[in-house]
């Protein structure tokens, strides 16, 4: 587990501890597709949204929170990141990095 800096973000990586993903009650290989953030809540944020959660819970990356949530960003950025995330997500499988 590593904390990037921020009070209260706790980054966990799968890679390294898989086992974190029990309490998500999601496969471990889903996780990996596509990021994954719980806030204090316990709602868990994925893809898009979760980019968006951690720039609003940045200081100074605020903004780009508010840019994705924007109606006309918010309706093509998950478009985009979704075929982003599982090219990337393929070609680590393709590499074999777990």
């Known amino acids: 587990m590593q904390h990037c800096g921020i009070d209260d973000i706790e980054w966990v990586d799968v890679h390294d501890t898989p086992d974190a993903v029990n309490e998500l009650n999601i496969p471990l290989e889903q996780v990996r597709e596509r990021l994954h953030v719980s806030d204090a809540?316990?709602?868990?944020?994925?893809?898009?949204?979760?980019?968006?959660?951690l720039f609003e819970r940045t200081p100074s990356?605020?903004?780009?929170g508010k840019l994705?949530?924007?109606?006309?960003?918010?309706?093509?950025?998950?478009?985009?990141?979704n075929g982003?995330?599982?090219?990337?997500y393929r070609w680590n499988r393709?590499?074999?990095h777990w």
Request: no cysteine.
């Open 61 to 64: 990356q605020r903004r780009w």
């Open 68 to 81: 994705l949530r924007l109606p006309v960003i918010r309706s093509v950025a998950p478009i985009l990141y």
């Open 84 to 88: 982003f995330a599982r090219l990337l």
């Open 41 to 53: 809540d316990g709602k868990v944020h994925v893809g898009i949204d979760a980019f968006a959660d």
């Open 94 to 96: 393709m590499l074999k």
